[in-house]
T-cell receptor
């Protein structure tokens, strides 16, 4: 079974803190994704990576950065957390083709106070 | 850019009744279409996908969807709802460039 794990299920941070969300996949997938899930808005892509050290901006990259130093690990960084970044964050991985399924982690619910 | 619209943010059915969750897509190129399900406190998992082969696609847990190009639709159905089907369902469209777009989601409630 494909497994995508995220470092925390729940996280509470204060405004202005630097926040790291970690994602690890065990299936040697080329692609990795970070989404934000908000009620009524579905999933919105923040960043994705199609190879080590490669990244592409998604629809809502402002206030976020990413790092992919190893194929299995994709990190999302909130440089200075703000209350409007309170959300559910989902990581996913997939093989390279557009027809391939994305496999999701369980999510991290981040609250910024 | 492609997009999907899910009609109805909440759908409620009785156990044993037909489940119909609606999804319409917009795409300037032949689309790849997906339905994902999210159970409480879990990530999304694939129910089924259309990738330009058969237009009627069967998925897990008795769900199926039909790709109708003339109606730009990819509605999800299940003949008989079960209590365990209660979840949130997301339709998604992708193109050859791996640019996947999700709908806003439909929360399915199943009444006993």
């Amino acid at each position: 079974d494909v497994k995508v794990t995220q470092s925390s299920r729940y996280l509470v941070k204060r405004t202005g803190e630097k926040v790291f969300l970690e994602c690890v996949q065990d299936m040697d997938h080329e692609n990795m994704f970070w989404y934000r899930q908000d009620p009524g808005l579905g999933l919105r892509l923040i960043y994705f990576s199609y190879d080590v050290k490669m990244k592409e901006k998604g629809d809502i990259p402002e206030g976020y950065s990413v790092s992919r130093e190893k194929k299995e690990r994709f990190s999302l960084i909130l440089e200075s957390a703000s209350t409007n970044q309170t959300s559910m964050y989902l990581c996913a991985s997939s093989p390279p083709r557009a027809t391939d399924t994305q496999y999701f982690g369980p999510g991290t619910r981040l609250t910024v106070l | 850019a492609q997009s999907v619209t899910q009609l109805g943010s909440h759908v409620s059915v009785s156990e044993g009744a037909l489940v119909l969750l609606r999804c319409n897509y917009s795409s300037s190129v032949p689309p790849y279409l997906f339905w994902y399900v999210q159970y409480p406190n879990q990530g999304l998992q694939l129910l089924l996908k259309y990738t330009s082969a058969a237009t009627l696609v069967k998925g897990i847990n008795g769900f199926e969807a039909e790709f109708k190009k003339s109606e730009t639709s990819f509605h999800l159905t299940k003949p008989s709802a079960h209590m365990s089907d209660a979840a949130e369902y997301f339709c998604a469209v992708s193109d050859w460039n791996n640019d996947m777009r999700f709908g806003a989601g439909t929360r399915l409630t199943v009444k006993p």
